[in-house]
């Protein structure tokens, strides 16, 4: 079974931090993808990452950053929390860019 | 730009009734259809996925959808439907234009007892 982890599944934080989120796939997927999810938007993408050290921009990149150093992890990276990201954060990872993504069980990120 | 259409924000339906959840996308040539499923407090699971050949796909839990291209819709179905089949229902899109998964705003199946 492929599975996908991401590092908590509730986080609080302070306005102004640095917050890190991350995420491992154990399936040596290509493509990985960093989702935010609130009620009545559905998933938006954040970021998805082709390739190690390769990013892409998805709708909503403003106030992240991410980083792949390694094909497993994904790392999403708040670089001064805002209430506004107050969100759940999905990570997905697939073999194929347009064929089924398999998600994480998202972290629940509250920003104070 | 592809774009996905849930026309209902919920569904409420009696428990061993059928249920219907619709789920239409913008025209392209040649698209791929997913109906995803997330029960409370959990990431998304893949119920079913429409790539090619026959339009009626089954899926996991005893769902189907059926794709109708001249309808631009892939509506989702269970003939019975169960209490523990309460969860959100995502319906995704992407095509050999636009590789990028398009998520509609999702369905809450609410199940009365």
């Known amino acids: 079974d492929v599975k996908v982890t991401q590092s908590s599944r509730y986080l609080v934080k302070r306005t102004g931090e640095k917050v890190f989120l991350e995420c491992v796939q154990d399936m040596d997927h290509e493509n990985m993808f960093w989702y935010r999810q609130d009620p009545g938007l559905g998933l938006r993408l954040i970021y998805f990452?082709?390739?190690?050290?390769?990013?892409e921009k998805g709708d909503i990149p403003e106030g992240y950053s991410v980083s792949r150093e390694k094909k497993e992890r994904f790392s999403l990276i708040l670089e001064s929390a805002s209430t506004n990201q107050t969100s759940m954060y999905l990570c997905?990872?697939?073999?194929?860019?347009?064929?089924?993504?398999?998600f994480g069980p998202g972290t629940r990120l509250t920003v104070l | 730009a592809q774009s996905v259409t849930q026309l209902d924000s919920q569904v409420p339906v009696f428990e061993e009734a059928p249920v219907e959840l619709r789920c239409n996308y913008s025209?392209?040539?040649?698209?791929?259809l997913f109906w995803y499923v997330q029960y409370p407090n959990q990431g998304l699971q893949l119920l079913l996925k429409?790539?090619?050949?026959s339009t009626l796909v089954k899926g996991i839990n005893g769902f189907e959808a059926e794709f109708n291209k001249s309808q631009t819709s892939f509506h989702l179905r269970k003939p019975s439907v169960h209490i523990s089949d309460t969860a959100e229902y995502f319906c995704?899109?992407?095509?050999?234009?636009?590789?990028?998964?398009?998520w509609g705003a999702g369905t809450k199946l609410i199940i009365k007892p």
């Open positions: 025209s392209s040539v040649s698209v791929y």
């Open positions: 995704a899109v992407s095509s050999d234009s636009n590789y990028q998964l398009i």
């Open positions: 429409y790539l090619s050949g």
């Open positions: 997905a990872s697939s073999l194929l860019l347009a064929d089924e993504q398999f």
């Open positions: 990452s082709y390739d190690v050290k390769m990013k």
